[in-house]
């Protein structure tokens, strides 16, 4: 059994409907890419899982339990932690502030503790206290999965990480991301830069328009079926 | 000469006050952007508490006060649990209103239950104490106390706010509240015990205004006034800046009153004007927003 | 080059009268036809209860468009309603003036003295914007509290002398044969009713102006609406002023009615703010029509209930945080739900004329929401 599962997940913003039944399933350690254009639905299938949307109960099963209805701080606490889009800081805590607050409330042993968080982001040491806001962005982007890494997650989610980086801050960012599956911590990746997230990732899902458009491993699709994945026939 | 050097030292130690009264204020507002028009009634409320309290069991007000802290700092809890949560959102009026509403409820409450006499809590000889710093001037014993103690509050305050967990998690909660849920925080929670820490803050500067000055039940809106007149002269954001405007307003009060006796009020609305006009964002602002 | 597949070129209206609204302009025609000539048949109870109801009626009407429109809650209209009624006094007493056009003066003196404290005051933002014209109102008590010529902090009263002199009194005296003091009510009577004729329709012109539909899009979105080119900041400070001078004019019109002023009653909170805040929360805010409701009830509680002092006061607290919490739109929101009706008609319609002459109505319209 998968350890994260999605059934038949549908998500709205008031009447507009940005999901219309997503089934997608993550396996312990496993990292998944999610791809798709702008508007496609790839954030709300994030928020919708971390809790920031509600939905049916069953909707979203996580370790074989219904989480579809908890509220974000609920579903927090079991193992699942959302790095946001655009990093959202806090901005009146200090760097180390914001890395312990991501572990305040949920004490778990495991891999992640500030010391390690400092080893896999030194920059965030040297940085420890300052003010958010004067971190370049992609320190902002360590320091954002450095916090979400402090609850020690079962899964993290990461939203668009390479958002407004330049390419060499990305690929630093993304060196990251096999220490981070070799602590055995699950990661869901939304993506818009393609080749990063292909060289990741174990298994690929694209979103088209709200709806599941393509399924497979990075090796075996073509770069036809992502196109058509990605835009339609 | 030395009336006016009398009407700065009064007016300081009166800032201290001040400051008591709008510490609370400015923690509420920091944390949860909630203004209480209320407040200036629940301090109200808060003397009559101590005042029952001594009264009742025989206490000195400084014990009654103690005795007080722990049942306020509930009191404050539950109604932001179970009341005030309820109206936050993205809307303006709904605290607004409600806590104007809850204004008039308490001014009348009080009314009720204690008819609109002036009371005072009385704690003996050392209302009249005082230290005498030569040349004819003297402090009061119980407003050096009252300013010592805003002192102290503030420090304790910004002792929780930055060197606690609650504290990070006020701050947090204070700059994106979506994000703080991702971090497993109850809001719900936070801002109760929020409540409740203003509460306890409330129910210190009660117990100085009613050693310092007489009260009623309808004594409450000016407090609203003066603490939030502190916070805005002292800035946004900022504890120390509270302090420092509670202390400009209460020089402005004094100074105006040696001018004229009952201009001493006014002096201080004015003052506050000027200070809007010249630098809206007070003397030290802080806050990013 | 017509193309037989393609549809027909559509045609757009914007409306704004409906059908329930036609029947309510005709009927308000008739109630006014009706109030005017009530005196005629109405003992002085009835004449100085409809008064009341009149002026504050005007009051929440103003303070809905400031607050239910323009997203300015204040707590400090009184400073207006206080500085109207005063320079009432003074014009009447001090200058000899006619009290009827005392009025007006007091409303243009009002919107000067609001011009200066509205710039003072926008600094603030919010629930301290609130407070901030608290402390204006304060200022302004405390400042007529030193003026020794009007009272000072005991106030004054207006001797029958001053105002047996009001235009028009001998007329009314012998039409409706009575006595100076009943036909110095009718004056006043007529003189609330056309204030509040006069409002209601400066609100409703405002409304359905274009200068509205800017306060709506500030209402609803603050952002979108400066986004769009509304400026917002003098949309806000013209809503201010204009709220003002009608504010203090209905202050004249109260003290008059009075005939004695102080600076605590003139400027008192409960009276000035908190009952209109109470008549717009229960009527429902936003709406043209909640303030009538809520006046109607204001009236009849205070009626009834006002000889119970502070519990009545405490009923009314309740009463409002209980509406705010759980009808936010008040008595009126529920009826319009409910029955979907419109008596002052505002909210735009877009009409879409269909091919066949068939008109198709889709209603387009953001349900009146509260400031933000």
């Known amino acids: 059994m998968a350890l994260l599962e999605t059934r038949n997940l549908l998500a709205f913003y008031g009447d507009f409907q940005a999901l219309y039944g997503i089934d997608t399933s993550v396996d312990t350690g496993e990292t998944i890419a999610i791809i798709g254009a702008n508007g496609a639905g790839k954030s709300t299938y994030l928020k919708a899982i971390a809790g920031l949307m509600q939905g049916s109960a069953d909707s979203v099963v996580f370790d074989g339990q219904p989480i579809g209805s908890r509220p974000a701080a609920a579903v927090m606490k079991l193992g699942i932690a959302l790095v946001p889009e655009g990093r959202r800081l806090f901005p009146s805590l200090t760097v180390e502030e914001n890395l312990l607050i991501g572990g305040d409330r949920r004490k778990m042993s495991g891999p992640w503790s500030l010391q390690r968080v400092y080893s896999l982001f030194p920059i965030l040491k040297e940085r420890r206290s300052s003010a958010t806001p004067t971190l370049s962005g992609g320190q902002q982007q360590m320091a954002a999965i450095g916090r979400a890494l402090m609850s020690n997650p079962r899964i993290l989610l990461c939203d668009e990480i390479s958002l407004g980086l330049a390419p060499i801050i990305i690929a630093d960012i993304y060196a990251a991301l096999p220490r981070i599956k070799a602590e055995g911590t699950s990661v869901v990746l939304v993506e818009q830069d393609i080749a990063q997230a292909m060289k990741v990732a174990d298994r690929v899902y694209c979103f088209q328009e709200g709806r599941l458009s393509l399924a497979g491993r990075p090796r075996e699709l073509t770069r036809e079926q992502i196109h058509r994945g990605y835009f339609g026939a | 000469m030395t009336g006016w050097l009398d009407a700065l030292i009064q007016g300081v130690l009166l800032g201290g006050l001040y400051a008591l009264f709008a510490a609370g204020l400015s923690l509420i507002f920091g944390v949860m952007r909630l203004v209480n028009l209320a407040h200036g009634d629940l301090i109200v409320l808060a003397a009559f508490v101590i005042l029952v309290l001594a009264e009742r069991l025989g206490l000195d007000p400084f014990a009654a006060a103690l005795v007080a802290l722990p049942v306020l700092f509930v009191a404050g809890f539950a109604l932001q649990y179970f009341l005030l949560n309820r109206t936050l959102g993205r809307d303006l009026l709904p605290p607004l209103l409600v806590t104007f509403g809850l204004s008039i409820i308490l001014q009348n409450g009080l009314l009720q239950l204690f008819s609109a006499d002036s009371q005072r809590l009385r704690s003996g000889t050392i209302e009249t104490a005082s230290i005498p710093l030569g040349g004819g001037i003297a402090i009061g014993v119980v407003p050096l106390l009252t300013l010592l103690c805003a002192i102290t509050v503030i420090v304790i305050l910004n002792l929780i706010f930055y060197h606690t967990r609650l504290g990070r998690a006020f701050r947090a909660t204070s700059d994106d509240l979506d994000v703080a849920q991702l971090m497993g925080i109850d809001i719900s929670r936070v801002f109760a015990t929020a409540m409740g820490v203003a509460f306890t803050v409330i129910a210190i500067s009660a117990l100085y205004l009613g050693l310092r000055a007489n009260f009623d039940p309808t004594s409450g809106p000016a407090r609203l006034l003066y603490a939030f007149e502190a916070v805005i002269i002292g800035g946004l954001g900022s504890f120390w800046g509270t302090l420092a405007g509670g202390i400009v307003l209460g020089l402005a009060q004094t100074i105006g009153a040696r001018i004229d006796p009952e201009w001493q009020i006014l002096s201080g609305h004015l003052a506050f004007l000027v200070v809007l006009v010249l630098r809206p964002r007070g003397l030290f602002p802080r806050a990013l927003d | 080059m017509t193309d037989a597949a393609a549809p027909p070129p559509q045609a757009f209206r914007v409306e704004t009268v409906g059908g329930a609204s036609r029947i309510a302009a005709v009927g308000a025609g008739v109630m006014l036809l009706v109030l005017v000539t009530l005196p005629a ?332």
């Open chain 3, 41 to 372: 048949l109405a003992g002085r109870n009835l004449i100085q209860d409809l008064i009341f109801l009149f002026y504050m009626l005007s009051l929440a009407q103003c303070w809905n468009l400031l607050a239910g429109y323009a997203g300015l809650i204040s707590v400090g209209q009184q400073a207006f309603v206080g500085f109207g009624g005063y320079l009432l006094f003074a014009l009447t007493l001090k200058a000899g003036l006619d009290p009827l056009l005392a009025i007006p003066i007091a409303g243009l003196a009002t919107a000067i003295v609001a011009w200066p404290a509205a710039l003072i005051v926008f600094r603030l933002r919010g629930a301290y914007f609130a407070i901030g014209t608290w402390v204006v109102a304060e200022v302004f008590r405390l400042s007529f509290a030193q003026v020794k010529g009007l009272g000072g902090g005991t106030g004054t009263s207006l001797p029958p002398s001053a105002t047996s002199g009001v235009f028009g009194i001998e007329w009314v005296k012998t039409l409706f044969d009575v006595r100076t003091p009943a036909a110095r009510d009718i004056i006043t009577y007529w003189a609330a009713l056309a204030l509040l004729a006069g409002t209601l329709t400066v609100i409703y012109a405002l409304l359905r102006s274009r200068r509205g539909l800017a306060l709506g899009a500030i209402r609803d979105h603050e952002a979108a609406a400066a986004g769009l080119g509304v400026d917002i900041y003098r949309v806000k400070l013209a809503v201010y002023v204009a709220s003002a001078a009608m504010t203090g004019m209905i202050g004249a019109l109260i003290y008059l009615q009075k005939a004695r002023i102080s600076p605590d009653a003139a400027f008192s909170v409960l009276d000035w703010t908190a009952y209109v805040i109470f008549i717009v929360v229960i009527g429902g805010i936003g709406t043209m029509e909640g303030p009538v409701v809520g006046a109607i009830v204001f009236h009849l509680l205070q009626r009834y209930l006002a000889d119970f002092g502070a519990w009545y006061l405490i009923l009314l607290g309740t009463l409002g945080i209980t509406v705010m919490l759980f009808a936010p739109r008040g008595i009126w929101g529920l009826i319009s739900e409910r029955y979907d009706v419109t008596l002052f008609p505002i909210r735009r319609r877009l009409v879409v004329d269909g091919a066949g002459g068939e008109v198709k109505q889709a209603k387009k319209s953001t349900p009146a929401r509260t400031a933000s």
